[in-house]
C-alpha cells in the first residue's frame, strides 16, 4: 500500500470532532454487521452496485457481484458493495444520456465519501459504462471495470437475429407494410433471447472494447456472453486483481493516458464502432484533464480501416467475435497503429498481454489490407451548418448517398417529427434531406438518440430504404443509414441548424469531410436577426433540469458539466 496514507476503515471518517471516536463508532456498526477483527484489518474493495429492476442488461449483475466477491476475498480483501444510480436505455425518460452525468456525480461522491482501497465498478448498458468511469476517473481510487457481457442472438423462422440492429430493420419492415401486426409478437420473442447487452456493434459493444483497449478492464473482458460461465469467472479474477490495485494504489490517471486514449479512438473507428462513443470518450477523457480533437479523429479516421464485420456495419454478432478472440484479434491486427506500451490495471502493457495470447484461423477481424471499409467507421464534417463539427458513421451509410445535395425538409423538435413525419401531405421525395433539430444537449433536453429519423411511411412503403437525415441529436450505435448527427453548436442555443428552412438546398460530402447549406452571408445574417427577436427560451427552474441546463456542454466537448471536467 502507499505509505502515510490512511487505509481501510481508518479512511474516510466521518467528522465527529474526534477522529478516535469516530472510528469506534464505525467499528461498533460494523461489529453490528457480524464483521470480526481480523476481516477488518483487510484492504477494502468497494462494488459498484448497478443492479435494477428496470435494466435488462443487468439483470445477472447479482451473480457478478457475488462472483467478484469471491475473488476479492481470495485474494485477502474484504468486499463491500454499494448501490449507485443505474441507467438503461429503453427505460429513461427523456433519455438516458440527460442522467448520465447525474450516475457519474453519483459515482464519484460514494467513492469519495465511504472507506475502500480500490473500487470494482460494474457496467453493461449504454451510459453505465462512461458514467462509471468518469466518476471515478474524478475520485482518483484505484478502480477496474467488468461488465455485464453481451446478449446471446435468437432465431426467427431460421434467421439469426438479435437486438438492436434488427430490432430498428424489423420494425422498418413493418412501417413499409412488410412485416403484419400479428408477426410482430413472434419477432419480438427473440430479439433478446438472454440477458445482457445487445448483441451487435452498438454503444454498449463500443464501450466494453474501448474500456479494455484503454487498460481500465482485465483482457477477454469485453466479449464474453452474459450468461456464459466465464463470465462469473472473469468476475472472480476482477475481484482478485481489484486487491491487487488496493495494495499498489495504481489509480485511473495513471492508466487513461493521452496516448491511451488514442488508442481508443483508433479501435472505436477499426471496429465501427457507435458514435455515442466519441462523446463518452471525449468526456471520460475530459475529467483527466486530457482533450479529444475532432480534427486528430478524422485524421485518425483517414488512416484506419473498419476491420470488423459486426452488425450494422458488416453481418455479424459479438458471440462470434468472441469465438474469434475477442479483443485481443482486434489488438493484434490493429497493432501496427497503435501505443502497446500503455499500461493496464494487469499492471502489463497492452504489448506483454499480447503475447500471451493464442491466436486462431478466424474471420470475422479482417486483415489491415482487406478492410470492411477503407477508412474508420465515423467521419468528422465541418461547413457552414456545423462550424464546431458533426458526425456520421460513414461504415453504416448508403455508397449513393456519400455525396448528396438536396432539398431540406424541416422539424422543429421531435414531437414536430413524430406528428408530421408520417402525415401523407408530407411534401418529401427520397432526394430530399429530412433535418430535425432543437434535438441536442440543451434543446431536448439531453440530446437523446432520435437522430435516426424514420423514413416517411409513404416512402418507405415504395421501397426507399435510406435517405440522407440530419440533427442535432445522437443515434443509437445498433442504428444505420446515411445519418448526420450531433451537428454543433446545437439549434437551441442559436446555431445555424435553427436557421435552416424547408426548401434550403444542403449538401453533405464525406469525402471532403463537408456539411453546407447553399445560403449567402446576407441570407443568414437576416435569419438571424429574425431568430433574434423571438421569445426567449424557458428555461427550466429546479432541480437537476436547472443544473443540466446551466452547466451541460456541448456535443464535441462530451456533453459533460462544466464544473466537472478536469484542469
Not at 479512511?11 to 477483527?37: C, H, I, N, Q
Not at 413499409?176 to 409478437?185: C, D
Not at 448483441?199 to 459493444?205: C, D, E, K, L, R
Request: hydrophobic letters at 40%; one cysteine or more; aromatic letters at 4%.
Amino acid at each position: 500500500m502507499v505509505a502515510g496514507k490512511k487505509r481501510g476503515f481508518s479512511s474516510k471518517l466521518p467528522s465527529y470532532g474526534d477522529a478516535e471516536f469516530s472510528k469506534y463508532l464505525r467499528t461498533v456498526f460494523l461489529k453490528s454487521m457480524g464483521y470480526s477483527d481480523d476481516s477488518l484489518n483487510r484492504p477494502i474493495v468497494g462494488i459498484a452496485n448497478t443492479y435494477s429492476a428496470y435494466n435488462s442488461c443487468h439483470a445477472t449483475v447479482p451473480t457478478l457481484i457475488e462472483a467478484i466477491k469471491r475473488g476479492v476475498m481470495l485474494a485477502g480483501g474484504l468486499p463491500f458493495e454499494f448501490p449507485v444510480i443505474s441507467l438503461h436505455e429503453s427505460f429513461c425518460a427523456p433519455t438516458s444520456m440527460y442522467l448520465r452525468n447525474l450516475m457519474s456525480m453519483d459515482t464519484e461522491e460514494m467513492i469519495r465519501a465511504q472507506p475502500m482501497d480500490a473500487v470494482v465498478l460494474v457496467g453493461g448498458c449504454d451510459k453505465t459504462v462512461p458514467a462509471l468511469l468518469m466518476g471515478a476517473a474524478s475520485a482518483g481510487a484505484p478502480a477496474i471495470l467488468e461488465v455485464t457481457g453481451p446478449m446471446l442472438t435468437g432465431s426467427y423462422r431460421g434467421q439469426r437475429v438479435g437486438a438492436c440492429t434488427d430490432c430498428r430493420s424489423f420494425w422498418g419492415r413493418y412501417r413499409a407494410g412488410e412485416i403484419t401486426q400479428e408477426q410482430l409478437p413472434e419477432i419480438t420473442d427473440q430479439l433478446g433471447p438472454t440477458p445482457g447487452t445487445c448483441m451487435v456493434m452498438g454503444t454498449a459493444s463500443t464501450m466494453a472494447l474501448l474500456s479494455e483497449a484503454l487498460g481500465v478492464m482485465l483482457p477477454g473482458g469485453a466479449t464474453i456472453p452474459a450468461v456464459q460461465s466465464q463470465r462469473l469467472r472473469h468476475a472472480e479474477q476482477t475481484g482478485a486483481q481489484a486487491v491487487t490495485l488496493a495494495k499498489s494504489g495504481l489509480t485511473l490517471d495513471k492508466i487513461m493516458s493521452r496516448q491511451a486514449v488514442e488508442n481508443a479512438i483508433r479501435v472505436l473507428l477499426a471496429i465501427g464502432g457507435s458514435t455515442n462513443a466519441l462523446i463518452h470518450l471525449t468526456a471520460m477523457a475530459g475529467r483527466l484533464g486530457i482533450g479529444v480533437s475532432l480534427d486528430r479523429v478524422d485524421e485518425l479516421a483517414r488512416e484506419t480501416p473498419v476491420i470488423v464485420d459486426l452488425k450494422p456495419t458488416g453481418e455479424h454478432y459479438m458471440q462470434e467475435l468472441h469465438e474469434a478472440g475477442g479483443f485481443a484479434t482486434i489488438l493484434r491486427i490493429l497493432a501496427p497503429l497503435l501505443d502497446l506500451e500503455q499500461k493496464t490495471v494487469t499492471g502489463k502493457s497492452l504489448s506483454e498481454i499480447l503475447k500471451a495470447v493464442p491466436e486462431w484461423p478466424q474471420n470475422i477481424v479482417r486483415p489491415l489490407d482487406n478492410p470492411i471499409c477503407a477508412e474508420g467507421g465515423l467521419a468528422i464534417l465541418r461547413g457552414n451548418l456545423a462550424p464546431g463539427g458533426a458526425v456520421i458513421k460513414q461504415s453504416a451509410a448508403s455508397a449513393e448517398l456519400r455525396n448528396h445535395t438536396g432539398r431540406a425538409i424541416v422539424f422543429e423538435s421531435v414531437e414536430d417529427l413524430a406528428r408530421r413525419i408520417d402525415d401523407p401531405d408530407l411534401d418529401v421525395t427520397q432526394d430530399d434531406i429530412l433535418v430535425m433539430r432543437n434535438a441536442g444537449p440543451v434543446g431536448a433536453p439531453g440530446m437523446p438518440e432520435a437522430g435516426y429519423l424514420p423514413i416517411p411511411k409513404k416512402l418507405a412503403q415504395a421501397g426507399v430504404t435510406d435517405m440522407v437525415r440530419i440533427s442535432d441529436a445522437r443515434m443509437s450505435g445498433t442504428a444505420y443509414g446515411s445519418i448526420v448527427l450531433h451537428v454543433t453548436p446545437e439549434a437551441a442555443i442559436g446555431g445555424p441548424l435553427s436557421l435552416i428552412e424547408t426548401g434550403d438546398r444542403i449538401t453533405l460530402d464525406i469525402p471532403n469531410r463537408r456539411l453546407e447549406v447553399d445560403l449567402s452571408d446576407r441570407t443568414i445574417s437576416a435569419r438571424t436577426a429574425a431568430n433574434l427577436k423571438k421569445p426567449a427560451r424557458q428555461a427550466p427552474e429546479r432541480g437537476y433540469a436547472r443544473l443540466f441546463d446551466q452547466s451541460i456542454l456541448q456535443a464535441d466537448k462530451g456533453c459533460d458539466f462544466d464544473f466537472l471536467t478536469g484542469k
